[in-house]
C-alpha cells in the first residue's frame, strides 16, 4: 500500500522578534520548521508605547527616533541569526499592542495568501509577573484564529 505525500503547502511563519533570547529561539524555531517546505518567514518587531497620550511632541519624537535605531539592529541580528539557514524572510516594523499586531500580520499574509497556512511563532516569557497576569503568547494561544507556537 502506497500513502501518498500531502499536498503541498505553503507555509507562512509570522515570528515575534524583539532580539531577546527568546525570540531568537524563536526565529531558530520558524527556520527549522521551513525547511524543506514551501513558505517563508515573517519577523516582526513591535514597538508598543503604553500611553502616548501623557507624552510631548518632543518626547514622542525622540522615542521614534530610536525605535528606528532599534528598527535596524535588528533587522541585521534577524539577518545573522538566519544567514545560510533561510533565505526566505523579510522584516517588517510596526507599532500597537504586541499581541495584536502579531494577530493583524497573520490576517493580513492570510488574507494576501489565501492557500497559505499562517502560524504565529513567539518566544516563551521567563517573567514571572507574565505567567501570573498574562503574557503576549497567553493571549495569542486564547484569541488567536491561526495556529500558534510557543517556543520554550
Known amino acids: 500500500m502506497t500513502i501518498p505525500n500531502p499536498p503541498t503547502t505553503d507555509l507562512r511563519f509570522v515570528v515575534g ?20 517546505r514551501q513558505g517563508g518567514i515573517d519577523v516582526l ?19 521614534e527616533s530610536g525605535f528606528g535605531e532599534i528598527d535596524e539592529e535588528l533587522r ?8 545560510g539557514r533561510e533565505e526566505r524572510w523579510a522584516f ?23 492557500q497559505a497556512t ?3 511563532v513567539v518566544g ?7 505567567r501570573m497576569v ?8 486564547r484569541h488567536s484564529p491561526v495556529p500558534v507556537v510557543v517556543v520554550p
Not at 522578534?17 to 527549522?32: C, H, I, Q, V
Not at 541585521?76 to 544567514?83: F, H, P, W
Not at 516563551?124 to 507574565?130: L, V
Open 17 to 36: 522578534y524583539d532580539g531577546s533570547p527568546p525570540a531568537t529561539r524563536a526565529l531558530r524555531a520558524a527556520a527549522n520548521l521551513l525547511q524543506g
Open 92 to 114: 517588517e516594523h510596526r507599532q500597537g499592542p504586541i499581541a495584536e499586531e502579531l494577530l493583524a500580520a497573520a490576517r493580513d499574509i492570510g488574507e494576501a495568501r489565501p
Open 118 to 120: 499562517v502560524v504565529i
Open 124 to 130: 516563551s516569557s521567563s517573567t514571572a509577573a507574565h
Open 45 to 63: 518587531y513591535v514597538e508598543h508605547i503604553p500611553s502616548m497620550a501623557s507624552l510631548s511632541a518632543g518626547a514622542v519624537a525622540e522615542l
Open 76 to 83: 541585521t541580528m534577524a539577518a545573522e541569526e538566519l544567514r
Open 134 to 141: 498574562g503574557s503576549v503568547a497567553v493571549h495569542l494561544a
